[in-house]
């Protein structure tokens, strides 16, 4: 999610067109589910103080969140994810993502990856349209997620496949999605399937209208392909049908509530220059920010019952499957740094923005996946098993959060409403899940599962 929206639905018309501001902050949605701060950006990468000074809010680049989540022990012994393949699916994709990326490891010193695919296995992707605030919203999360997969595996290959048709609400751009997945794990193309999207379970026209969309997850489920989804950007809500209301009470989104998923929720980082720790993480809730909802989505699914590896958290989740399951860097106060190449029809120009979001921290934590693929010399299929256990166990790999909740408020029609959140509390919650990690241990404890 980049300094725009605050949706689980995809790309959505409306919310391009709507912008909205706190102070000198804005806040302009768009399509899937990246928040950036549209208002200010530079040309050339700003340092912490810089964004500080300039946007009132801190920026992270990849040697900080390196540093964060303790990565250079393993760079140092070549786990870098090299080997391995990140897949990241979105919709239209962005026409400039290769140079974007070029640009961004040039000027923060990150080697190129060693390969760079761009697929199109649902149909080919219209031309882009500078003017259409949706494609230039999915541009930007496609810049999100491509960079900042790289930032965390700099030696793992990328494949990006693109769709053509946009994910919004329901059943929409799914069964496109669906298809570019289940090409990507037959072919054997990747080992880790980062989506940054997601749907309510409530805006399908039933059940098993979403239930008949599982064939790719079950099938990476059978090929050992981990799947991730982004948890949501709306706290404990999300969008209706129509892409303009939220629920006004709890709801879940899917994928990222499917079992077969591993949801990833967000946190806010409280860095120095050089990427050290001056606070611990907290639940991701940038409510104030931006005066409207912008926070880890997390709650119980209404689609799915409660997966037996969260047997151990019944008391948290009841009968249902709860997400998320694990959380990284999300937080727009406190966002990393994209590189955008091109002029969209949602104001953005070329240049260096904040983006956050957890969009944000799917393909983070893709990353992390793809080293620890290669240190096990295998694909780690379905991590969501042994979390729970490393978990129970209290491995140092798992960092629990304690601070802070997903609660959202909203005005509606000329009403106000809350919805309450979760609490981030000792052990399982459904604001940060089972908390967030130390890569260099946690690498190493998967891959003795």
Not at 99 to 107: E, T
Request: proline letters at 7%; one cysteine or more; aromatic letters at 8%.
């Amino acid at each position: 999610m980049g300094a725009s929206l605050l949706a689980l639905g995809a790309a959505y018309a409306l919310a391009p067109a709507s912008t909205q501001t706190h102070g000198a902050r804005s806040a302009a949605r768009i399509a899937p589910m990246a928040l950036h701060m549209s208002s200010k950006h530079w040309q050339t990468p700003p340092t912490t103080a810089d964004c500080i000074a300039t946007a009132g809010i801190p920026c992270y680049a990849p040697f900080q969140l390196q540093k964060a989540y303790n990565l250079k022990p393993l760079y140092r012994q070549g786990l870098t994810g090299k080997g391995r393949t990140i897949v990241i699916v979105d919709a239209f994709g962005s026409p400039t993502a290769k140079a974007d990326l070029k640009k961004f490891d040039a000027d923060f010193g990150l080697p190129d990856p060693p390969r760079f695919d761009i697929i199109q296995p649902a149909g080919k992707v219209p031309p882009f349209d500078p003017t259409d605030p949706e494609r230039a919203g999915w541009a930007e999360e496609t810049s999100l997620d491509v960079q900042w997969a790289h930032s965390i595996a700099p030696g793992a290959n990328l494949l990006l496949v693109e769709t053509p048709l946009s994910e919004t609400e329901g059943v929409q751009g799914l069964p496109e999605i669906v298809k570019a997945e289940n090409f990507v794990i037959n072919h054997h193309l990747g080992d880790v399937i980062s989506q940054s999207f997601g749907a309510t379970e409530n805006t399908f026209p039933s059940v098993q209208s979403l239930r008949r969309l599982r064939s790719a997850v079950r099938n990476a489920f059978a090929h050992h392909v981990t799947v991730l989804g982004s948890s949501g950007d709306t706290g404990a809500t999300s969008f209706k049908l129509n892409l303009a209301d939220l629920y006004t009470h709890r709801v879940n989104s899917w994928p990222s509530s499917d079992p077969l998923v591993t949801s990833v929720g967000g946190t806010q980082l409280h860095l120095d220059a050089q990427g050290n720790r001056t606070a611990p993480d907290n639940v991701w809730n940038d409510q104030a920010l931006f005066d409207s909802p912008a926070a880890s989505g997390g709650g119980r699914s209404h689609v799915f019952a409660r997966p037996a590896y969260q047997n151990g958290v019944r008391h948290v989740v009841h009968a249902w499957r709860g997400t998320p399951d694990i959380s990284m860097s999300a937080a727009v106060d406190g966002g990393v740094l994209v590189n955008i190449g091109f002029t969209g029809g949602d104001g953005i120009t070329p240049g260096y923005y904040i983006f956050g979001g957890t969009s944000e921290s799917s393909p983070e934590f893709a990353g992390i996946v793809a080293i620890a693929d290669q240190h096990a010399h295998r694909r780690l299929r379905l991590l969501n098993p042994a979390l729970y256990r490393l978990a129970a166990r209290h491995a140092p790999g798992i960092v629990d959060i304690t601070a802070g909740n997903n609660t959202v408020s909203f005005t509606q029609h000329g009403q106000t409403f809350t919805v309450p959140g979760f609490q981030a509390v000792t052990s399982y919650d459904m604001s940060s899940g089972l908390g967030t990690l130390d890569a260099a241990k946690l690498v190493r404890e998967l891959g003795r599962r």
